[in-house]
């Protein structure tokens, strides 16, 4: 029995190894055969049974050949030009250039360059510079010292290739003896299109008489006759400039430069006309043009002659240049004439003029439309005398030279142009008038006129209205300027300003000198004839300690804090009057004291230095420097700044104090009468003084402040703004508000010790003008305190 459960157990062993082996055997090898695809099979099993195929484990290959670790081109950091018109190619049109000789610079050149210098792109007059004069007035000239008369042309050709050949599509090379008729010149070719090589003018055979033998340059353009090469011309030429000054043999230019050209772009000979666009010329074979103008005027060749050759003097020039400027008004005249018709007639009274764009006058553009009510341009009204309600600060004003000249020439032409339509008309007097200026469109008049109509017996009133508009508007050339300049920063002080002071040298300790600006702070104190200026009495003791204290702080940044002192005499040494606080001038009725500060600091500055006068009761902001930095130039221009001043919204309550917030109505107002900030260069201020000397005299030392003491300043310099004006130099003044310098702390300081109110009340502006007296609240505010005012009045006197 047992026997047979040993050999049972062992059965069931057999017949499972024997099963195991064959499942094995018969088992596929991918088990993705036995399993069934499922609709919900995500993209990752897909992906796991891509993978399968290729093994179960991944080896990642890296194919470097096709992927190499360096890149084999490296990238470039593309530069863009400054301009515009550099990066897209675009070139002034025409450069002409005068073959000239050193004994008519004074005659020809000159008078050339007074009928054309104005109507081309660029003019340069070329002579030989074996013997050149200094004293030259034309300046625009270029001396060769190779005097060979035979490779000056190619001179000529190799400077302006190397100087001006991506500046200009054409070039005319001309003699001294020829009249450029530049308007219509430069009109032509314009027409021309500059992707072709140009070689154009007058063939030298063409102006031979029948039976003369022709030259060997007969094929080539005359040079006294002008000669116009395109910008590819002169860029083939100087590829193959060694060639033509070989082959320069003879001086006879039109043969040089017409084979150079020859061989250069494969130009045969020269061309009269390209693109259908004629470049002639006229030879002035025995006519005088002093005495046969009149008969050659009448020649169709004459009037349509881009040059007029050979003229031998300079009234010539004039004579000629005269003349054709008025041909050439005439026919813009009457081109704007069909224009206009043309313009008047386009829609056939089916189309308003607004959707054509067809105004009045005819080119002039519309004024732009307002934003706001307050970008509205409003309209003055004005008499041959005065103006009314000039700004809201004054209801009259004389008008100035040029205004009231201005207003009487309109005058004039407004009553020719009466008489012209209407000749039974006579004029009495003017009604009124009206004027706005606008930027965009120009200065607007309504002239209202009274007239006596001698047909009907019956005065009438006429209404006009003229416009100015504005014309060629050009570019003022200033020299560069940079925004690194050192600005050294003078700030006159008073006895009573040193709180104010204090103030200021704070603002700018943290301003310039915690920023590393590159600016030098000088303060100046005016001592009284009494006043001690040692030991602890002296009154300016604490700036003078916050100086020494700063400039030790900023030692190694190279900023420091100066000051010199001046002794006023005892004409000028009375007591502050408390008055003088209404006046905008940090100097009250002394304004002429900013001359004593600047004459005696600028001997301790230098002369080539950025100054700039400064006041104890300002405030600005780095951004500001920057402008004065920008606009003030050496030798050009001087700059003036209209500082914004604050009111006093912490005492008064009628405006929200914000020191940093933006400029507004109600929380001050550009003090147009405060000159007490302007920046100028030492030099241009010495010389400008100097001119000046015996109306103002120069303080040198503290003796000197005497003699400023009897000059009047009613009729006389009272700044130095007004000093380079009164100067009448080349110096341009510039006059521009600017928002980031901030006025009126001199008064805050008085009220935040005055809070009841009490010594403001004693207070009198003793200005004369009332523009000088300080404002502490618009018109608006204090209406509506009046009105308050008024109304709680009545309110009491009804409850009683």
Known sequence: MWKLCNISRNQYFLVGLLIGFLYSYYMPQDLTEIVTECPEATEKEHLLGEEAKYGSEFEPQLNLEQKPMIAKKQVKNIVRPRYYYTELGIREKLFVGVMTTQENI???ATAINKTSAHLVNKIKFFINADNVKTNFKLKNIVGFTDTRENLRPFHVLKYIADNYLDDYDYFLLVTDTGYVNASLLKERLSHISISFDVYMGTAHGATLHEGEDKPADAQYCDLHAGIVLSSSVIRKIRANLDWCVRSAVSNQHNLNIGRCVKYSSKIDGCQPSWQDINVTSYKLNSYKIYRDLHLIKHEDAFNRASVVYPITTADDFYLLHAYFSRVHLERINHQKQQIHEQASTISNGTLPNDILEVRWP??????????????IVPWTHLNLTHSFMWNSEVNVRPLSTVDAEDIRNILNKTILEAFRTNPDLEYRAIHSAYRKFDAVRGMDYRMHLNFYDRKRRQPVLKSFEVVKPIGLIEIVPSPYVTESTRIAILLPTFEHQVPEALQFVQNYERVCMDNQDNTFLMLIFYYRADTPSKGDEDVFLPLKNLALGLTEKHKQDGSRVAWVSIRLPPELSAPFNMNHLYSTSLYGPNQLLSFVATDLALRKIGLDSLVMICSSAATFRSDF???????????????????????????????????????????????????????????DYVESRKLLEQQLPIVRSDRDIVNLVNYTQEDGIQNVAELFVRANT????????????????AME??????????????????????ER?????????????????????????VKK
């Open 730 to 745: 080349k110096i341009h003044v510039l006059r521009g508000i600017e928002p980031n310098l901030r006025l009126g702390r």
């Open 362 to 375: 005819l080119g002039v553009p519309k004024p732009n439309p307002p934003e706001s009510r307050h970008d």
């Open 625 to 683: 420097l920057n402008r004065v930095r920008m606009n003030t130039i050496a030798g050009f221009q001087v700059f003036s700044p209209i500082g914004f001043t604050m009111y006093p919204c912490r005492w008064t309550k009628l405006c929200k104090e914000c020191d940093g917030c933006d400029v507004g109505q109600s929380s001050g107002y550009f003090d147009r009468a405060n000159y007490d900030v302007v920046s100028f260069y030492s030099r």
């Open 749 to 770: 300081n008085f009220l935040a010790a005055d809070p009841e109110g009490e010594q403001l009340a004693a207070l009198r502006c003793e200005e004369s003008n009332e």
């Open 773 to 797: 007296c300080v404002r502490i609240a618009s018109k608006k505010q204090i209406g509506d305190v009046l009105v308050q005012y008024g109304n709680s009045q009545q309110e009491n006197e």
């Open 106 to 108: 004074d005659s020809l």
